[in-house]
């Protein structure tokens, strides 16, 4: 433990001394490259300063752009590259990797479970964030109710998935049932059921998850934008004779329609990205398999890369309208469009 810790230690400060030399050597050598030669004041000097102010920003972006080209844009296209090479790359096989994807049932399996997830999950997780902000804000005990429905968002999914399979657990219909879920419904004399086995509904079942970790981040959201409704709008509502209700969904609705839009859309990527819950609840078994999961099957388990590929390129490619979508929509809050 203590090696683990002193080698944690002495990455960082490895880290944060080569930041430093990096910014103080690169100064140093551009002030040394464009140094002044000409007169205080003449047009020379202008020049050279004019010049190194316009580097100097860049010296700064420089190693972020670098490690951003490298392990982001760079895999793009080798990926996009990729799926149109055969398992192992060596021989190129045009689109027949796509014409296989949308052949095979799996695959058309995995879209239609992406599709529901992209219907479900996003939805409720910002429903069930935006009515938890509001009632909290109404009740002495808020802060606590808040601090108890964000703390999901603080575990792993895979950590999530662990807490869920004892919730769904099933130990047969003879023997004592350790599953929260199947407790609850001998309980009432009904028969346990393995959950995770029922289809379609063990699709819903692993919603259920995701769900729960993503209510807490619309709700902290969400309730940030909530606060900053003007008091003085709703106060006017009531005077007018406005219900709760009807302050609800005709004042505050409207007024952080663009936070909701946000909210929204950053679920919807990270549903499209879907993986670890799937990957450790199911591993895409009983009809439960999901895009992602197929690409890491086909990729690192069968070993073909070309099929991997052409499934990471559906999921980028169902990915990118809804990030294009969301920057425009945050330039035009902003008024920069």
Known sequence: MIVQIFNAVLAVAVALAGAAAYFWGSNWLLDKVLVRSGAAGSGQEVGYDRLRTAIRPWLF?????LFLSVY???????????????????????????VWAFGDPTFRQS??????????VPALST????????????????NIAKSLIFMPMAISF??????????????????????????LVTGIGLPPQNWITMVPWNSFFLMVILIWIQTGFAMVILSAALRGIPEETMEAARIDGAN???????????????????????????????????????NGEFQTEVLANLMYAWMFRNGDFGRGSTIAVVILIAVLPIMIWNVRNANREQGTR
Request: charged share 10%; hydrophobic share 55%; no cysteine.
């Open 158 to 183: 895979v950590g999530a998935s662990v807490i869920w399979r004892f919730v769904y657990a099933y130990r047969g219909p003879d023997q004592p049932q350790i599953g929260v879920l199947n407790a």
């Open 72 to 98: 982001l844009v760079y895999p793009v296209f080798e990926t996009a590259r990729l799926s149109l090479y055969n398992a192992n790359g060596s021989r190129f096989v045009g689109l027949s990797n796509y």
């Open 244 to 282: 709760e209700v009807q302050i609800f969904f005709s004042i505050m609705i409207p007024q952080i329609t663009g936070t909701l839009v946000v909210v929204w859309t950053t679920i919807t990527i990270t549903v499209l990205k879907v993986f670890d819950i799937v990957f450790a609840m199911t």
């Open 127 to 142: 429903g069930f964030g935006l009515v938890i902000a509001v009632l909290a804000d109404r009740v002495w005990w808020g």
């Open 111 to 120: 879209l239609l479970n992406n599709f529901l997830w992209l219907l479900i």
């Open 61 to 65: 972006l420089f190693p972020a752009l």
